[in-house]
């Protein structure tokens, strides 16, 4: 496999998920079907840095 190979095929890939990231922007229900997951993930993971600091 070519470097110019690698290099398109992260150009493209780009390409996909700026579009994905555009189209889900401007459609609010898809952002609060997306943003609720994240947020709990979060909030999760935060939790359970503060559990492990606490010790």
């Known amino acids: 496999m070519e470097f110019s190979a690698v290099t398109t095929a992260i150009t493209n890939m780009g390409s996909v998920?700026?579009?994905v990231l555009d189209t889900i922007a401007g459609n609010p229900l898809l952002m609060v079907?997306?943003?609720c997951p994240v947020i709990a993930a979060g909030a999760y993971v935060f939790k359970k840095?503060?559990?492990a600091a606490k010790g």
């Open 49 to 51: 840095l503060v559990k």
């Open 17 to 19: 998920v700026s579009t």
């Open 33 to 35: 079907l997306l943003a």
